[in-house]
């Protein structure tokens, strides 16, 4: 029955491009089967994003390393970016064939190529530096905090979608979301580190850079400033 009702609502809001409302179509599908197939997926949603407030790690642990969930929360992660990317025509300088219907696929490659490379250089880092533990906690909570993220996207994108007809200023709340998001992402990998990492603070301010800060800056630039 709500499938039904969502599908009306579809047709008759013919204004929003259709590869955006079916590309959230399948989003929503996704997060049905990532619910239904990890059992533990709530719990983990709620533990893994509060590490690095949590003076004892035995509440997380059992939750630790789940690849299930950490796919989950890069697949729709990468899926809600690249809708938004294209429902607003982000950097449209960027993207080859901005006009193409199939555009979002495009924009999902390289969103997962470039977040592949990311967790790949956190493994690289954490196990050169003999602290694969700490590394695999801060992958726990960015993931975690991630998925919190592309749940509120989707939520807030798709009433400017099937409501709006994006003629509102959700696009704004979105901003503010995205600050606040990468501001607790980056405050709590630093108490993270600040707790259990013993190099130098040199190697700490080298891996915000790389990771954190570095990246959001050639995001903002990219998708901002040359649309």
């Not at 642990?61 to 729709?76: M, Q, W």
């Not at 470039?114 to 690289?124: A, D, E, P, R, T």
């Not at 807030?156 to 600050?179: A, G, H, P, R, W």
Request: aromatic residues 14%; neutral net charge.
């Amino acid at each position: 029955m709500g499938i039904a009702v969502l599908l009306a609502e579809i047709q008759l809001r013919q204004e929003t491009p259709l590869d955006v409302r079916l590309a959230l179509l399948i989003l929503y599908l996704l997060f049905a089967i990532v619910y239904i197939i990890n059992t533990r997926w709530v719990a983990s949603l709620k533990l893994l994003s509060l590490k690095p407030f949590q003076r004892f790690g035995w509440q997380s642990e059992k939750f630790s390393s789940d690849y299930i969930f950490r796919i989950s929360s890069l697949a729709t992660l990468v899926i809600i970016a690249s809708i938004i990317i294209k429902g607003y025509g982000l950097g449209e300088n960027v993207w080859p064939g901005s006009s193409d219907k199939g555009n979002i696929i495009i924009i999902s490659v390289v969103l997962l190529i470039l977040c592949l490379i990311g967790y790949l250089f956190q493994l690289v880092f954490f196990s050169l530096h003999n602290f694969q533990k700490i590394g695999e906690e801060i992958l726990d909570f960015q993931y975690g905090i991630n998925q919190w993220y592309s749940i509120i996207l989707t939520g807030l994108f798709s009433l400017d979608v099937f409501y709006f007809n994006f003629d509102s200023v959700i696009i704004y709340l979105l901003l503010i979301l995205t600050l606040i998001y990468f501001l607790m992402r980056l405050f709590g990998k630093i108490i993270m580190l600040q707790n259990n990492f013993t190099h130098p603070l040199l190697t700490v301010f080298i891996y915000l850079c790389t990771i954190e800060i570095v990246p959001a800056l050639v995001v903002a630039k990219l998708l901002f400033v040359n649309t």
